[in-house]
């Protein structure tokens, strides 16, 4: 994977510039194996990388106007761990969970154009997919897109239903590991 510098920029998006910040759910619980895929919370170490990345992002003084959060136990649990739901718009869709490239585009695309700022918090594979289809394909991220990584995409757009392959330019791309 082509890592680009842990220093998280977080420059807000410019008028014509659109800010996407995809955040994998940090790392989940595998101890009940009864437990339902979707019911599975976090783990002590994805607790920990959670609060880890929330901190991270009040350091570089990064809120989104938006978020769009998958049902699902655990990235709820990320979500709540960046301690950002309170001071922003949060929605919490079903749809999310296990959402492929396609999906995730689709809804990227019905955005209203008055957030500039957008966290999406979901799920492999479709995060990284919908990532390198945004940036133009694997030579730019090829590899695997871990347990509590962001991806901070821009897009040189005014309005998110103009999001298309290829148009957005990864800025930074960080992993819990690369924060502690």
């Keep these: 994977m082509r890592w680009c510098s842990p220093i998280w920029v977080g420059s ?3 008028m014509a510039q659109m800010q996407l910040v995809l955040l ?7 101890t009940d194996p009864a437990l339902a895929d979707h019911a599975r919370p976090l783990n002590a170490r994805g607790r920990r990388a959670a609060a880890l ?12 106007d938006l978020v769009l ?8 649990q990320t979500l709540e761990l960046l301690g950002i739901a309170d001071a922003v718009d949060v929605e919490i869709e079903d749809s ?15 955005v ?11 799920h492999n594979p479709g995060l990284e997919d919908v990532t390198s289809v ?11 897109f871990p347990t509590g990584a962001m991806a901070d995409v821009r897009l040189p757009i005014r309005r998110w239903e103009e999001v298309a392959p290829g148009i957005g330019r990864l800025e930074a791309f960080v992993a819990p590991r690369d924060l502690s």
């Design 12 to 14: 807000q998006p410019t």
């Design 24 to 30: 994998r759910h940090a790392k989940s619980s595998w």
């Design 53 to 64: 990345v929330g901190r991270h992002l009040h350091a570089m003084q990064w809120q989104p």
């Design 69 to 76: 959060c998958s049902s699902a136990t655990r990235t709820r």
């Design 96 to 110: 999310l969970y296990g959402a492929e490239a396609g999906e995730l585009v689709a809804r990227i695309r019905r």
């Design 112 to 122: 209203p154009a008055v957030v500039k700022a957008l966290l999406l918090i979901g």
């Design 134 to 144: 945004l940036i133009g394909g694997d030579a730019a991220l090829a590899g695997k």
